[in-house]
């Protein structure tokens, strides 16, 4: 079984950063795809990163290209979401996801096999 807990979320005035982390715990970590998740307040889920376990491709939303970077540690089992450049925007709780052997294609639709319980990053004006 696949546990996942994220932490590094808080408070940031715009324009500052954060860095996201998710420990994992179970499966064979480096054949899980791994990435973020972010529900901003009376909004749907949206895909935020992904990384892949297989080609290390790392797909991002649109909306965090050139600002967010995604990244693995697989000695330590977590993986990472630095966040620059902080919009008001960005407010919203991130979670961690994990699919086993899935390409990171379907992550980027939606679909994960496992969540963390999400961190709140709020991002002040």
């Known amino acids: 079984q696949v546990q996942l807990v994220e932490s590094g979320g808080g408070l940031v005035q715009a324009g500052g950063s954060l860095r996201l982390s998710c420990a994992v715990s179970?499966?064979?970590?480096?054949?899980?795809?791994m990435g973020w998740f972010r529900q901003a307040p009376g909004k749907e889920r949206e895909f935020v990163a992904g990384i892949s376990w297989s080609d290390g491709n790392t797909p991002y939303a649109d909306s965090v290209k050139g600002r967010f970077t995604i990244s693995r540690d697989n000695a330590k089992n977590t993986v990472y979401l630095q966040m620059n450049s902080l919009k008001p925007e960005d407010t919203a709780v991130y979670y961690c996801a994990a699919a086993a052997g899935l390409p990171i294609v379907f992550m980027t639709r939606g679909r994960s096999d496992y969540w963390g319980q999400g961190t709140q990053v709020t991002v002040s004006s």
């Open positions: 179970g499966g064979t970590f480096s054949n899980l795809g």
